[in-house]
Nanobody
Framework: QVQLVESGGGLVQPGGSLRLSCVVSGTFYNINNMGWYRRAPGKQREPVAI???????NYADSVKGRFTISRDNAKNTVSLEMNTLKPEDTAVYYCNAEIKANWRRGFNDYWGQGTQVTVSS
């Protein structure tokens, strides 16, 4: 069974930094895109950053220049380095991965349980 486990959330002051990590465990055939999404209070979940298996990245306009996504394909991990954090970055952050369970099947979305990031003085 495939699982995504996140770590690294917490409380930070405005202007501070946090690093989120996510590891994919279990048995599977291949991982395509990986990414981070967030859901702020009273809002819908939105994409924050996406990274392809080849390493190409895409960011939400609100985080460009402040957040950096990276992945380690050998370790099946994806990370999000968050700098110059703002109160509006406060949200539950979710790890996502497109995973093919076996060679016969297509890619399906898998999600982590979410980790809270709070930016407040």
């Amino acid at each position: 069974q495939v699982q995504l486990v996140e770590s690294g959330g917490g409380l930070v002051q405005p202007g501070g930094s946090l690093r989120l990590s996510c590891v994919v465990s279990g048995t599977f055939y291949n991982i395509n895109n990986m990414g981070w999404y967030r859901r702020a209070p009273g809002k819908q979940r939105e994409p924050v950053a996406i990274i392809t298996s080849a390493g190409s990245t895409n960011y939400a306009d609100s985080v460009k220049g402040r957040f950096t996504i990276s992945r380690d394909n050998a370790k099946n991990t994806v990370s999000l380095e968050m700098n110059t954090l703002k109160p509006e970055d406060t949200a539950v952050y979710y790890c996502n991965a497109e995973i093919k369970a076996n060679w016969r099947r297509g890619f399906n979305d898998y999600w982590g349980q979410g980790t809270q990031v709070t930016v407040s003085s």
